[in-house]
């Protein structure tokens, strides 16, 4: 089951978002918004830190880490 989630990362966030998805043993993509065509993988420090993290974040997976879910719920935002 594919999971979305919409997060806010600041510049000092990046880094424990990358380090938790790193650890993660699925795919994790992110992009700007809802319908960006610009998707990176969220275990790249530089392509996220590409990103316009001004805006809101889609995080996109298929699977479960109970930590990477910690993280998300720390960056999430209501929608």
């Known amino acids: 089951m ?3 989630r919409v997060i806010k990362l600041s510049l000092d966030d ?3 978002f990358v380090e938790a998805a790193s650890r993660c043993d699925f795919e994790i ?3 700007n ?3 960006s065509k610009y ?3 969220a ?3 530089v392509g996220v ?3 316009d993290l001004s805006n809101s974040l889609v995080v996109t997976y298929d699977g479960y880490d109970a ?3 910690q993280v998300l719920g720390q960056m999430a935002i209501a929608c």
């Open 43 to 45: 275990k790249s420090i």
């Open 14 to 16: 990046v880094k424990s």
């Open 67 to 69: 930590e990477f879910e």
């Open 49 to 51: 830190l590409g990103l």
């Open 2 to 4: 594919v999971t979305r």
């Open 33 to 35: 918004g809802t319908s």
């Open 29 to 31: 993509d992110i992009a």
């Open 39 to 41: 998707i990176v993988d």
